[in-house]
């Protein structure tokens, strides 16, 4: 299922989008308020962002700016603006796609998997150099790592969500070793070992990221 973040205040537009795209097997979180959309990004993982750029609050541009800046996320702005500059600057900040509206829901189906397909697909060629995983473990260059169940589990859902920030939260309530009665610092001392054992210098990591006041980000 392809899980996607809508940034949008129209609530019949978002209705329609979210019944539309569950036909193609894409569930839809729908936020009016981007200060919020942008807030459940350290709560929520997502596949793709489908941002309007007039929001109340906040413009979308500055949104496009902020999500950018916080994740690799694939992003299509949905926008009724037919300023040229919009799209422009749009693509600039980082947007990965612009469709004008009104469109075809058939199209924006077509753009999302278009997208995904060419977003994943880097992804997975730049993270397979390093690393893989199978029903048997973690492998390293070819090397399979020594970990333990809970930090298989914790490593396996920091690469399935590459580039894209997860708080504790989530972790809590995605690995079935640690469970959401876990402390904050039980993931941390977790983490810890997982850099041990894959990180060049684990003392400055730099495949896991802490992210302050959000969580962490395996960065391949």
Same mark, same amino acid.
């Given at each position: 299922?392809?899980? @996607?973040?809508?940034?949008?205040?129209?609530?019949? @537009?978002?209705?329609?989008?979210s019944q539309y795209l569950s036909r193609y097997q894409m569930e839809v979180i729908s936020y009016p308020h981007p200060k919020a959309? %942008?807030?459940?990004l350290g709560i929520e993982s997502y596949d793709l962002v489908l941002l309007d750029l007039t929001l109340p609050d906040m413009d979308g541009l +500055? #949104?496009?700016?902020? %999500?950018?800046?916080?994740?690799?996320?694939?992003? @299509?702005?949905?926008?009724?603006?037919?300023?040229?500059?919009?799209? #422009? @600057?749009?693509?600039?900040l980082g947007a990965d796609d612009y469709l004008p509206k009104p469109y075809e829901p058939? $199209?924006? #189906?077509?753009?999302?998997?278009?997208? %995904?397909?060419?977003? &994943?697909?880097?992804?997975?060629?730049?993270?397979? +150099?390093?690393?893989?995983?199978? $029903? &048997?473990g973690i492998y390293k260059e070819g090397e399979l790592l020594p970990l333990t169940r809970a930090e298989f589990e914790l490593l396996s859902l920091l690469i399935k969500h590459r580039r894209q920030i997860i708080s504790r939260d989530f972790i809590a309530n995605n690995v079935e070793s640690i469970g959401w009665e876990s402390s904050e610092r039980s993931i941390d001392v977790l983490i810890s070992r997982i850099r041990q054992k894959v990180e060049p210098n684990p003392k400055h990591p730099t495949l896991i990221r802490s992210i302050r006041g959000m969580g962490y980000q395996f960065t391949l």
């Open positions: 299922m392809i899980k @996607i973040l809508l940034i949008e205040d129209d609530l019949e @537009i978002s209705d329609l989008l959309a %942008l807030a459940s +500055e #949104v496009c700016k902020a %999500l950018r800046e916080r994740s690799d996320i694939p992003i @299509i702005i949905s926008s009724a603006r037919s300023d040229l500059g919009d799209k #422009v @600057i749009a693509l600039e058939r $199209e924006l #189906v077509a753009r999302i998997q278009s997208l %995904l397909r060419r977003i &994943n697909g880097k992804t997975i060629q730049t993270s397979s +150099e390093m690393f893989r995983v199978d $029903e &048997n």
